[in-house]
T-cell receptor, first 114, second 109 residues
């Protein structure tokens, strides 16, 4: 299984600011995803990070709010832009090497927006 | 629409056995996954079923019936550290993962 490092692990942010979360994988992986998990809720897929091209966003999520980069097969970033308290959540990077395979998750980044 | 149902919360006693059920309705099926998530931590992979039947892995087993759209996770010899949320997820025909809301399992001494 891949080892996935996310940073920051947690942060407290002011309303209106932006924060970039980094995800580093110890091996090349085919697919990388960004999830959000709000308190007491299950996982919601934000987008699929595509290497060398624009991310594929799920319904309800847009590039202006959650810009994503994936410059290579081991690294991706998610930016949460113009944050509001509703963005307070855990953001999780996940990877898989096969469409039918299991997902592996980073440790998560817990954001609190004041 | 696509839907996965699992109980919100369950309570069991240390040393006992507990079964967490999951029913699903999805557009196609490419496997069912169980994940464990301790409070404040990321989910960790427990099991994968794509064919009908029981998969056993130590104290944990997972069962699948595709015709019934049903799975369960069986935890034996419960330990306090098994207190966590258990997430059921199904890959649909497009290999999109559909997640259940999770079952919070509380273990009492």
């Amino acid at each position: 299984s891949a080892v996935i490092s996310q940073k920051p692990s947690r942060d407290i942010c002011q309303r209106g600011t932006s924060l970039t979360i980094q995800c580093q994988v110890d091996s090349q992986v085919t697919m990388m995803f960004w999830y959000r998990q709000q308190p007491g809720q299950s996982l919601t897929l934000i987008a699929t990070a595509n290497q060398g091209s624009e991310a594929t966003y799920e319904s309800g999520f847009v590039i202006d709010k959650f810009p994503i980069s994936r410059p290579n097969l081991t690294f991706s970033t998610l930016t949460v832009s113009n944050m509001s308290p509703e963005d307070s959540s855990i953001y999780l990077c996940s990877v898989t090497d096969r469409e039918a395979g299991e997902l592996f998750f980073g440790e998560g980044s817990r954001l609190t927006v004041l | 629409g696509q839907n996965i149902d699992q109980p919100t919360e369950m309570t069991a006693t240390e040393g006992a056995i507990v079964q967490i059920n999951c029913t699903y309705q999805t557009s196609g099926f490419n496997g069912l996954f169980w994940y464990q998530q301790h409070a404040g931590e990321a989910p960790t992979f427990l099991s994968y079923n794509v064919l009908d039947g029981l998969e056993e892995k130590g104290r944990f087993s997972s069962f699948l019936s595709r015709s019934k759209g049903y799975s369960y996770l069986l935890l034996k010899e419960l330990q306090m550290k098994d207190s966590a949320s258990y997430l059921c997820a199904v890959k649909d025909s497009n290999y999109q993962l559909i997640w259940g809301a999770g079952t919070k399992l509380i273990i009492k001494p």
